[in-house]
């Protein structure tokens, strides 16, 4: 009997979860899932395994090691439904280690307040803003 209730209570626990994940994944804002650059759109967003330079500090910060130089970097990419991301990244390669810092910058202007059919209530504008750093070594 105790076997059957653990395991009763870790499926709800289950279901409820995975609810709120699709719940999650209905909501809003899926401009933030959009790649830092157009390089990384260019490959499908398939970036975690290729070095950018300085720009993977957005997507996979130990690919910083992979460069041979430093590099810096720096983007404006116009996206569907007037989403704009602006991002500026710099990379310092050194024998063993890289320092890299970034901004990545992404807004969208315009989307439509409704809480009901009719006419909208009015508009408003969503604007991020991230600062990273990262510090990566080879061993």
């Keep these: 009997m105790n076997t059957?209730?653990?395991?009763t209570f870790f499926l709800s626990f289950l279901l409820?979860?995975?609810?709120?994940?699709?719940?999650?994944?209905n909501a809003g804002l899926?401009?933030?899932?959009?790649?830092p650059n157009a390089h990384s759109l260019s490959i499908s967003e398939a970036h975690t395994a290729v070095p950018l330079g300085s720009n993977s500090i957005f997507t996979n910060p130990a690919n910083l090691m992979l460069?041979?130089?430093?590099?810096?970097?720096?983007?404006?990419?116009?996206w569907i439904g007037d989403t704009q991301n602006t991002q500026a990244s710099a990379a310092i390669?050194?024998?063993n280690h890289t320092f890299a810092v970034g901004i990545l910058s992404?807004?969208?202007?315009?989307?439509?307040v409704r809480n009901q059919?009719?006419?909208p209530e009015g508009n408003f504008?969503?604007?991020?803003?991230?600062v990273s750093g990262a510090y990566a070594r080879q061993f």
């Design 67 to 78: 460069s041979e130089k430093s590099s810096l970097a720096a983007s404006y990419t116009l």
């Design 117 to 119: 059919a009719g006419p």
């Design 4 to 7: 059957f209730l653990r395991s």
């Design 30 to 35: 899926q401009f933030l899932t959009i790649g």
């Design 106 to 112: 992404s807004l969208v202007d315009d989307i439509t």
């Design 16 to 25: 409820m979860f995975t609810g709120q994940l699709s719940a999650q994944n």
């Design 125 to 130: 504008s969503v604007r991020y803003v991230a």
């Design 93 to 95: 390669r050194r024998e």
